[in-house]
């Protein structure tokens, strides 16, 4: 649960999701990655380290350059634990609308009656 954890905190940030999507499209720089932004490139490592703490990147050593990658095994844990809830509700739904369909059944046979 620690990771699920750290996943959605990493996760709250509207730039640190950004910078997922970035490295969506493939691993990129400190540099790379801080073009998009207003933001110094401190503060952009450190919404790297909260990414790489979570496990949603990783840093390669190339050279001078440290690029970073996408890593999707905690997007997938946190999918799969979303799904799991997405199921339980629709189940309920569905009981929920099952429900509605006899209640509108018997009101529209009361209406006959009358």
């Known amino acids: 649960m620690q990771t699920l954890d750290s996943t959605f905190a990493a996760l709250a940030d509207s730039t640190r999701r950004a910078i997922l999507?970035?490295?969506?499209?493939?691993?990129?720089?400190?540099?790379?990655?801080?073009k998009p932004f207003q933001m110094s490139q401190p503060a952009i490592s450190?919404?790297?380290k909260v990414l790489e703490k979570a496990g949603l990147i990783s840093t390669a050593i190339r050279a001078q350059e440290r690029p970073r990658r996408l890593e999707t095994a905690p997007l997938k844990t946190a999918i799969d634990w979303i799904e799991k809830y997405r199921q339980i509700w629709e189940?309920?739904?569905k009981k929920l609308d099952g429900l509605l369909e006899e209640l509108q059944t018997m009101q529209t046979k009361g209406d006959r009656k009358r």
């Open 21 to 34: 999507m970035q490295l969506a499209e493939g691993d990129a720089t400190v540099m790379e990655l801080a």
């Open 46 to 48: 450190r919404h790297l």
């Open 91 to 93: 189940k309920r739904y």
